[in-house]
């Protein structure tokens, strides 16, 4: 497991229940199975990322099979992109590990791949960690990969930010990024009734210095959701502080919500 020290960025290696460094830098894994990797000084809050109100939500809704297309559409990127020889795959921003999962049980054609998982949010990856023990967890932040210099073979990025110079630094010469984004209609429905007009969102593709954009699709479909669904989905949007007590009132009493599911899937290769 090519993990790295954050605090002096030596290599990271486990003994028993510990991970330590060359400087005696220590992490203790969780009972879970999952390591946190977030020293408290790169820390913007006490408890950064999701909630666990807002974890439970996005595991109701993702649980429901709605985004199984979406995720679907990722695998076979993988499965037609990632290196034959691919040792690791990490699931960037991965909350409870919906993905992950299915990541790691997907991917037949590279039995040698370990998947993990990483997010800001402790309470996301406990339960991720405590649910699907097949994948590798740890807390850590986008912005500081605890991971090796070009030791990742791929890297999934489902709406997670990343500076360029940390995915140059981390994945291999011929690696590859899959990212999903919103197109132009996602959540379209939700976004009306919060606001006047709703904008569509921008479709342009992102450039990430030192990776070529090698594949893009769009995919495209209708949800049909029952209250308890809509409810979490909203509260899985950067919108859901905006939205009203009626609004939240609606959601919840609907038997059937129609909503758009809108993605924009695109493949980075990672070049010489």
Known sequence: MPYQCPLCHQPLTQQDKTWKCASNH???????????LMPAHHKGSKNPG????MMQARRLFLDAGHYDPMRQMVIDKLEK???EEAEQLLDIGCGEGYYTSGFAAALPAHPALEVHGLDISKVAIRYAAKRYPTSHFCVASSHRLPFSDHS???MVRIYAPCKD????RTIKTGGIIVTVTPAARHLYQLKELIYDGVRLHDMAAESIEGFELIDQTQLHYDMTLNGEEATALMQMTPFAWKTSDNVWQQLAASKQFRCEADFAIRVYQRQA
């Open 26 to 36: 220590q992490f203790d894994q969780a009972k879970e199975g999952y390591v946190n």
């Open 165 to 168: 110079k940390e995915l140059k």
């Open 81 to 83: 992109y990632l290196p």
């Open 152 to 154: 990742l073979d791929g």
């Open 50 to 53: 999701d909630n666990k109100e």
